[in-house]
């Protein structure tokens, strides 16, 4: 049954997938210009005369999948070029920003979850830094960068910052909140075979919380995949961010979407592989 579900869900998903390369691909179909239709035969061999081909049809402006196709190929042949400072294939382009995200998702995994485990069990130290967790948390992580970039004086520093302070806030969360709800049997259980507290956290409270800390690293790493994007934007130099914006200046519109087509895939993959480990995490009674 489930084998079948996904078979249909997957061939659903290429139909809409066609569908959207058959709405594309019409609504980028050259047009002949409005004035062409009004003119009569002597007006269209004047226009002609007069070196405008008022009866020639033009594309709209926007890539069409042709287009789009031949820059994915071109794209795809060769990843790994260096050219210089402006001018890297995708993957090294990827890989820069994988690294900024790794590096500050790394640093934000070492702070918040055993700090999340210390508010978790402490309902003192919980209602004492709720309130300024409550108030860090909804700045946004682009707001911190003039302040990265004045303290650090490095741009990619800055960028991992960025992504550091941006990962923490929902891991800390889920964390704390994931330890606060183990189960009060499990913690009396371990009491009355005076389990250490170091035994107990490894051994009981960590894997009942496990899949709420999970969560809290998938959305993590969601919003930093999305921020550091913003962020390279912003500081430039290398990564997928800077790419697409180099490739706008550029006016290569197809670039661009083609860059916009492998962060979202990207984006894809990374939520899939902790939504996966998260199954394996989860305990199901």
Known sequence: MERTLQWKAAL??????????GVWYTATLPTAPAAASAMNAEQLEYA???????????????????????????????????????????????????ARVGLGFALACVIAIPLGFV?????????????FIQVLKPISPLAWMPLALYTI?????????????CSVWPMLINTAFGVAAVKREWLNVAATLEVRPLRKALLVILPAAAP???????ISMGIAWLVIVAAEMLVGG????????????????TNVMFAIAVIGIVGMLLDLLFARVQRMLTYEE
């Open 12 to 21: 659903l998903s290429l139909l809409l997938f066609l569908l959207f390369i």
């Open 48 to 98: 002609k005369m007069m070196g405008k081909d008022a009866g020639a049809t033009k594309p709209n402006g926007f890539p069409t999948p042709g287009q789009m196709g031949q820059t994915i190929c071109k794209q795809l042949s060769d990843p790994l070029y260096d050219n210089g400072p402006n001018d890297k294939g995708i993957l090294l382009q990827l890989g820069y920003s994988l």
């Open 119 to 131: 508010i978790g069990m402490s309902p003192l130290l919980r209602r004492a830094l709720d309130p």
């Open 153 to 165: 004086k490095d741009a990619a520093m800055s960028g991992i910052f960025v992504i550091f302070i």
């Open 212 to 218: 709420t800390i999970l969560t809290g690293m998938r």
């Open 238 to 253: 290398t990564g997928i961010g800077y790419f697409v914006w180099n490739e706008w200046n550029n006016l290569s519109l």
